[in-house]
């Protein structure tokens, strides 16, 4: 499968904390913005995701149809394909996409250790 490009979406306490502590590690704002408590933060390959006050845990991200640079990729899975191959290999979905819709839709699933992994399809 091809899930895409790849971030840890990270649930911050103060977005301004967190973005001047990852600027200090190099990384620079790709996307986002303080006024949507939302920044996406990026060095190299590297994507970091800083969110303040949207969801409790971690998330780790795929962007099926992206590569790093929000760009988009010949030749991607879609993310109802993904779904369909998740399902028969006896893997629950926590959220589901409509299998009846095309373009931009999510599905989460969770590890065995409950961590959330969010596969999310913009286009």
Same mark, same amino acid.
């Given at each position: 499968?091809?899930?895409?490009?790849?971030?840890?979406?990270?649930?911050?306490?103060?977005?301004?904390?967190?973005?001047?502590?990852?600027?200090?590690?190099?990384?620079?704002?790709?996307?986002?913005?303080?006024?949507?408590?939302?920044?996406?933060?990026?060095?190299?390959?590297?994507?970091?995701?800083?969110?303040?006050?949207?969801?409790?845990?971690?998330?780790?991200?795929?962007?099926?149809?992206?590569?790093?640079? /929000?760009?988009?990729?010949?030749?991607?899975?879609?993310?109802?394909?993904?779904?369909?191959?998740?399902? /028969?290999?006896?893997?629950e979905l926590v959220k589901e996409a409509d299998g009846s819709t095309s373009g931009p839709a999510s599905i989460v699933v969770m590890d065995p250790d409950g961590n959330t992994?969010?596969?999310?399809?913009?286009?």
């Amino acid at each position: 499968m091809k899930l895409g490009a790849f971030s840890v979406s990270l649930s911050v306490k103060n977005l301004e904390t967190s973005r001047t502590f990852y600027e200090k590690l190099g990384f620079a704002i790709f996307a986002g913005s303080m006024e949507q408590h939302y920044l996406i933060m990026k060095n190299g390959n590297a994507l970091v995701g800083l969110f303040q006050g949207m969801f409790e845990n971690n998330i780790l991200t795929f962007n099926p149809g992206w590569d790093e640079n /929000a760009q988009k990729v010949p030749g991607y899975d879609d993310v109802r394909t993904i779904q369909k191959h998740l399902k /028969a290999n006896q893997i629950e979905l926590v959220k589901e996409a409509d299998g009846s819709t095309s373009g931009p839709a999510s599905i989460v699933v969770m590890d065995p250790d409950g961590n959330t992994i969010l596969i999310d399809q913009h286009i």
